[in-house]
């Protein structure tokens, strides 16, 4: 049986804050040193698992973001929902749109996690303005 | 929709910090229901309800209701 107080949502609303900081600052910092490593390593196994270690931080905001949401209350869910939707519907437009222009126009290549930062960057801006609405 | 949260809140000289926690919700969403830029859920309303000890009608007001009446 799970005996851990719930926390309040401001309580939550904090911790969460401060694990994506910590979680983004390992991204940051598992980023550059394996974009280093990989450079000086063959393909195989050792490339693939150094490709794959900067995600690591990010299934861990992952987690916390979950958490966060179950413990938030119905103003802050909302807010962060919304946001969420909106971030989605216009990462998945520009990538559909972005994808036809490369394969068909010429367009020059993008990396597919650049949707992973425009998710979040979208997410992160309309939160806010969705804040300021309620303020 | 209007409301006297606010007014009630004041009346027991609880600060927002405090009625947050009493109703388990965030500072923000406090605010955002004194401002009246957000409307609680039902179930929200409830816990208000019975934590001021009035009825919702008392603290609650549709926008309609609040309107003078036309002459």
Known sequence: ????????PD???RRHRTHVIVA????????LICTKLLKATPPGALQITLAL????PVIWVMGSLYRFLMQADELQRRVHLEALAVAAGITAFFSLTYGFLEQFAGFPHIAAWWTFVLIDLVWGAYGCVLWCRYK | MKNRIHVLRAERRWTQAELAERLN??????NALETEKYDPSLQLAFSISRLFGRP????FLFEAD????NP
């Open chain 1, 1 to 8: 049986m799970n005996t851990k107080p719930r926390l309040s």
């Open chain 2, 56 to 59: 919702m009608d008392e603290i």
């Open chain 1, 53 to 56: 270690v900067p995600t690591l």
């Open chain 1, 24 to 31: 983004m600052t390992l991204y940051l910092v598992t980023l």
């Open chain 2, 25 to 30: 919700v965030s500072r923000q969403t406090i």
């Open chain 2, 66 to 69: 609040a309107a003078p009446p």
């Open chain 1, 11 to 13: 309580a939550a609303a």
